[in-house]
């Protein structure tokens, strides 16, 4: 990819581990020190999308040695949890959706969890100041991580041994691989925040400034790695990890403890799934909201010929935004756990309902937000995610969505076990009622309560056309989430775009509060100079998410495309 890429080394992970129960083409060589990135693939028997060259080479593979659709997800989810630290993790928490290929919906759910000795009004000082510092950041700042669990409770899916999935990520730790300048440019802007949120000083901190193509060797991260090869899940929820988890804890003044390690589930549950015009959505539920927001907002547009508006046309962005704000008006108030909140999913998801949401909508102006919903406002998110995709010939296709919150989580790294803990207390509301330091309120049905799981809005997403995989796709952005899902499946369903058009055109976002619609550069000017005339207020954005899909195209074949908004790579074969 990069001139600027140095040494040459041969990582030859693969050739040195376990033979699988089968063994579809020789094993190949994953050179951690010179790779390109490639934006597009068309693959006829299994295809990857995802943040980072090398994971997605990893699961391009797993694939070729046999492994199936979820044994190439999960090496893919580890690899990224070393090449790509600031949303790759195993210190955070996920999504999986899944598709199998005897027509099983799957949906596992390891969001982490408030621990124990959380309480609703942990982050609000006496005088009543809501602290948006310590929910953001550093050792109180972490749910209990979920994403380990989540890969074991995935693995049985799965067809390879599990040591055979997590190599290349020891190795990739142990050996190191190169950073890209965009790597090398988020290091060294962390520096600061990487001193003032460590006990023990991480590889990550450097006297130097971070250069591309510079090795990152991560020798705690790959012993945290080989304990989870060996036990499992006791590999990190119990023994030497979650004695380093909890000495950390103890150093910086969290409250992560033994028990909360040690009761950490990830859940199986039904994914969220609706019909939108002969296509079967399939999604994440609760605890995110990510599969119900793009179902109130498909429905709301359903039936109003959104495609003959055209794209980026004045009315149909203007349709959409007005959608987006309807449904993430109903986020704020009525969505969180479930497992602790009673959800009314199937009302918000009445016909009748949207149909009446939509009555006070007028084409030629904008809807304001006071006017749509009084009540509880949301609480925002971060932008820093990450997402994966694989599909299979056997007709497996898998979604997954990863997170630590913020970039680089809470930037607290377990000292002596290399990863960096997630930030995603934050989620929550840390205030109920009353307005944090971003001037966002949160509800009950998100309030912090140990044990529960904070609200989410990530969208891992398969579409079934005849009940088989059409369209896979996901991607980091935080609210951003479901609104750039569902114009991506916008942009194929009804504007009959390409892949590559549907991922790579401007998005744009409304989230109801703030009353404000985020534009993306290169969203054409006379369309907003427009929309502001029908009174909205518009806030350019320099990128909206980044987008992976894979597309399964009338002859078979599978198209796999990387968002070009940052490193993401699609293999295939
Ligand atoms: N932390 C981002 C999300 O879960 O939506």
Redesign the pocket.
Known sequence: MRKFLKVFILLSFLGSCNTGKQTAVPSQTLNAFQYNIQKKVIAENGAVVSAHTLASKTGLEILKQGGNAIDAAIATQLTLAVVYPQAGNLGGGGFFVARLSNGALVSIDY?EKAPGNAGRDMYVDADGTARTDKSQNGHLSSGVPGSVWGIMAAYKYAKLPFEKLIQPAIDLAEKGFAISEREAKALNGLQDELKKFNTVMPVFVKAAKWQPGDTLIQTDLANTLKRIRDKGVAGFYKGETARLIVEEMKRGSGIISYDDLKNYTAKTRQPHTFIYKGYKIVSMPMP???GLLLHQMMKMIEDRNIASMGFHSVQSVQLMTEVEKRAFADRGEYMGDADFYKVPVDRLTQEAYLREKMKNYDPLKATPSHTIKPGLLLQP??TE?THLNVIDKEGNAVAI?T?L?NSYGSKTVVGGAGFFLND?M??FSIKPGVPNMYGAIGGDANAIVPGKR?????TPTIVLKDNKPFIIVGT?G??T?PTSVFQTLVNIIEFGMSTEEAVYQPKFHHQWLPDTLEIEKGFPQSVGDTLRKMGYILALRSGIGRTELIRVLPNGTFEAVADKRGDDDAEGW
């Open positions: 969001r995110s909201s990510g998110e971060s995610t969505t997170t919150n995603e934050d989620d904070m609200l989410s809005s990530m980091p935080g609210t989430i």
